[in-house]
């Protein structure tokens, strides 16, 4: 079966110097401590070529990196990692609803006039925690969707540092806002999972990727619930790398309780159906 990994974070220039890969041991604790998972030899060596091998022994045929603004991670290495790896990757910009006319500048450069096919926002995560309707964010939603541009949301998980942020209301305000923004929940909405997954089912334009959260952690049967009934098109794979091993990631989600007429949907097909192409476009994309 082939995969898609919506979620990596490579070995690759200013990349080296976020907290991903700057404290291996750290890492090592998180990975086996929180998730009962290793980290891969990719991870450990800080290797790109061993990296592409542990793809390519999964049979990942893409893998989609969203550069995380408030992790440092920069638009730029981005583009270069696109040209030095050919056909690999898939770039979503980061952009930050702070920057304000900046940041549709970035989107314009990047995604518009560039090679990047999405966005990634994570109003919730930094300094001034906004939520994700915050007017400040309005114009980067209209941008996206008046150029069909696919936004890689941040809601969920453990980031936040309080829940003042994150209502679930919000993403369904915002769906209903902008009735054809094609938008994706990373961290799957957790810990309001099942809220998450009625949005999901009640708007065409919400997909949802769980990524860390579809491991060790509460909740996790009902997303694989959600992927046999409701929304068998709506949940998107993502490994979360390098946090923990895409192997011991791949493994997981093969045996969360998914059915398995339904897997494919899950690792790859969902994926294709959020980016607006079909598999023959996917090599060239």
């Known amino acids: 079966m082939k995969i898609i990994d919506f979620r990596v974070r490579p ?15 750290f890492r090592e604790k998180v990975a086996s401590g929180k998730y009962n998972m290793t980290l891969p030899a ?7 070529d061993l990296l592409l091998q542990e793809i390519d022994a999964l049979n990942i045929v893409k893998s989609v990196v ?21 056909g690999r990757f898939i770039g979503f910009a980061g952009v930050d609803g702070h920057d304000g006319q900046d940041a549709l500048q970035e989107i314009e450069k990047y995604v518009v006039q560039g090679p990047l096919k999405g966005v990634v926002v994570e109003p919730g995560f930094g300094e001034d925690p906004m939520a994700v309707d915050d007017a400040r964010m309005m114009p980067i939603y209209e941008l996206c969707e008046k150029k069909n541009i696919p936004v890689i949301l941040g809601f969920g998980g453990m980031l936040h540092p309080s829940l003042e942020k994150m209502d679930p209301k919000s993403v369904d305000r915002l769906a209903l806002q902008f009735p054809n923004l094609r938008m994706l929940l990373s961290h799957g909405g957790w810990p309001f999972v099942q809220e998450i997954v009625w949005i999901a089912l009640m708007r065409k334009n919400v997909y949802v990727m769980p990524d860390l959260y579809m491991y060790a ?17 709506k949940i998107i794979y993502g490994s979360a790398y ?44």
């Open 217 to 233: 952690t509460p909740f996790t049967s009902e997303y694989a619930a959600a992927v046999n009934t409701v929304i068998k098109d």
């Open 42 to 48: 990719s991870v450990r060596q800080n290797s790109m």
């Open 242 to 285: 390098p946090i923990v091993s895409q192997k011991e990631s791949v493994e997981q989600y093969l045996n969360c309780g998914v059915r398995g007429e339904f897997l494919e949907n899950m690792m790859f097909r969902n994926a294709l159906q959020f980016l607006g192409i079909d598999e023959e476009q996917l090599e060239a994309f």
């Open 11 to 25: 070995p690759y220039g200013k990349y080296l110097e976020t907290g991903f890969f700057a404290d291996i041991p």
């Open 66 to 86: 969203p550069a995380r603004k408030a992790f440092g991670m920069s638009n730029d290495d981005l583009v270069q990692l696109l040209q030095e790896y050919p």
